[in-house]
């Protein structure tokens, strides 16, 4: 039993991204991530607007951010965004949201764009205090260069 419930606590670990990690998240890590080469495909910077929608963020919730989203929806989900928000309850709100949205798109992916398919399966969603990170990029190089955040 115990060493079952390591193994479940180990994958959960892992499956978040959630490594241990000591600092809240930055808009300065999504670039981080991109200069990684963590991404294989062309990223554009998405407005304000979009994110509130997207993630179900009160506007007066939402500090900080960026978001960098692939420019090809159609064969690819890549997206790297980081939320700062105002408390720790409207990040764990953020967090739910995120997981939720990745969750979905894994979904349709399934069926109308298969390629995308690991790259939403490796997905990262972590929340440290009140910020949450949001990665979809290259399953190969991703959980390296978030590890690699400092």
Known sequence: MKKSLLIFLLLAAI??????????YTVDDARALID?????????EVPSSSILALYGVEEGKLLEFVSFQTTSTAVSCEE??????????????????CR???AAELENAKSYSPAAVPSLEAAIVDRVEN???IAVGNPDKLPDA????K
Not at 80 to 97: M, N, Q
Not at 146 to 149: I, M, P, Q, R, S
């Open 15 to 24: 499956l978040t991204g959630c490594a241990g990690r000591a600092r809240p």
């Open 36 to 44: 990684a080469g963590a991404f294989d495909g062309e990223l554009a």
């Open 80 to 97: 790297v965004t980081v939320l700062v928000l105002a408390d720790t309850s409207s990040a764990e709100a953020a967090e739910s949201a």
């Open 100 to 102: 939720e949205r990745i």
């Open 131 to 133: 910020t949450v990170l």
């Open 146 to 149: 978030v590890a690699g955040l």
